[in-house]
């Protein structure tokens, strides 16, 4: 390939690695050692689905097995982003011509994640059978996106995300390989490497093709040096890899409700903005937090509830970006505030009650005489008006055969522990709540 030929090709392609030993990141695969390594050289390849984070090496793994392989194997694509259903069945019609001439057709699916249900079962018959050994690539977790038939046929194979060791060793290795970037006339300065290397989000494409991009762009404006400060004019940076339906959704919304649940503002204030960042939708995330305002905070403290919930409806009525103002408030008020879950705790022990005994009959006392016949039934007959006998009457009001049950159980965070008190004082003698343990 000439220079000028591979001008027209991003540096992602131009250092595509054409070797196992070259693949950056993934020892473990394409190591020595290396399970795909070992099935490409022994003949004994196995479907697989290959799951890991955008710019790990999927489609060059892919690549080099197809380098590799023998005559026994047959090696072809299929993009499940811009092929259908019927092409699939043009490569199945092909295996079973190659099977008659003693060959086996290995299929690579890239983005195996877009086909649907229906989609994803044409492969069942066809794997079991061994017509084809599939190779799925995908950056959606296979839990979610596979079939759980078609991933109990092939091996999860799990890339691991590249770190900023890694990326900073390919861009310095292109800098010393790349035809294209050494004629160019341009000295990266070691800072921009760092730059790139931490901010593309361990993707391989992205830290490359930047770049390349970076160096163009210097060279087109006579510039011999490329440094944070020409960087810095040219505006160009990564975006990340954050997606509202990847897995980093819910890994980072994961992260935001843990770090309010341990009480660290400072870590909940970066997972939230990181997701802000991504283009979340502050709903979202408002919402989450008038759940845990209940489900990690409870009567601890009943300002969270109020708190959360105003900024959901400031988020509604104010919009980004003013309202990461909103939500950075209530995010740190969360994560301060005391931490119950009794509230949670109750409404599960009494959900689990209720699917225990469902039909348990409402005390009479408790039902409402609206006809005659009722009340003549001792509908309403021995209902103490609580607010005759100074606020509290005395009396179970649960169904008979469970009366004396308790389901919420104050803690001694916060306010809850005056609820605690104050149940303790009112069912003394008929309710037990047992000391915190």
């Known amino acids: 390939m000439s220079i000028s030929e591979m001008n027209w090709s991003p540096l992602s392609e131009r250092l595509r690695p054409r070797e196992f030993d070259d693949v950056v990141g993934q020892e473990h695969l394409t190591g020595k050692k290396g399970i795909i390594r070992g099935a490409v050289e022994s003949g004994k390849l196995f479907s697989m689905i290959l799951y890991g984070p955008p710019g790990t ?3 060059t793994i892919g690549e080099i097995i197809r380098s590799k392989l023998g005559n026994r194997y047959h090696f072809e694509f299929f ?13 199945f019609e ?42 799925g690539a995908t950056t959606e977790n296979p839990s979610f996106e596979v079939n759980p038939a078609l991933l109990s046929r092939c091996r999860l194979v799990i890339l691991k995300g590249l770190n900023e060791s890694d990326i900073d060793n390919l861009l310095r290795k292109a800098l010393e390989k790349d035809r294209v970037l050494k004629s160019s006339g341009v000295t990266v300065c070691d800072e921009v ?15 490359l093709n930047l770049l390349d991009t970076l160096v163009e762009s210097a060279a087109a404006l006579d510039r011999t040096s490329l440094d944070l400060q020409v960087m810095n004019e040219l505006s160009v940076l990564p975006s990340g890899r954050y997606t509202k339906k990847g897995e980093e ?4 919304i994961s992260a935001f409700i843990k770090s309010m649940r341990g009480s660290d503002p400072d870590a909940a204030l970066y997972y939230m903005l990181r997701m802000l960042e991504g283009g979340e939708d502050p709903k979202f995330i408002a919402r989450r937090m ?17 708190i959360a919930n105003a900024t959901f409806q400031a988020v509604s009525n104010v919009g980004l970006p003013e309202c990461v103002l909103n939500l950075s408030e209530a995010a740190i008020y969360l994560a301060v505030a005391t931490k119950s879950n009794r509230t949670c705790s109750a409404m599960m022990k009494a959900r689990e009650m209720v699917k225990a005994t469902p ?15 009722m009340k003549e039934l001792g509908y309403g007959k021995g209902y103490n008006y609580p607010h005759t006998t100074g606020g509290f009457s005395r009396e179970y009001y649960l169904p008979e055969s469970i009366k004396e049950e308790v389901f919420y159980v104050p803690g001694t965070n916060g306010k809850e522990r005056y609820v605690l008190e104050r149940l303790r004082s009112l069912w003394k003698g008929m309710k037990l709540y047992p000391e915190e343990k």
Do not use: C
């Open 79 to 91: 993009s499940a982003s811009l092929q259908g259903t019927a092409d699939l069945k043009k490569h």
């Open 290 to 306: 008038v759940i845990f305002s209940s489900e990690d905070i409870g009567l601890s403290d009943p300002m969270a509830l109020v």
């Open 94 to 135: 092909h295996a079973e011509r190659l099977k008659k001439v003693g060959q086996q057709l290995v299929l690579f699916v890239d983005e195996i994640h877009r086909l649907n249900k229906s989609q994803q079962d044409v492969f069942l018959p066809v794997t079991e059978k061994g017509l084809i050994i599939l190779i």
């Open 57 to 59: 090496g999927k489609t």
């Open 359 to 373: 039909n348990l009959d409402v005390p009479l006392k408790l039902r409402n005489a609206v006809t005659k016949m």
């Open 193 to 207: 490497i760092e730059v790139i290397s931490q901010s593309s989000g361990g993707d391989a494409r992205i830290a």
């Open 249 to 252: 959704h819910y890994d980072l």
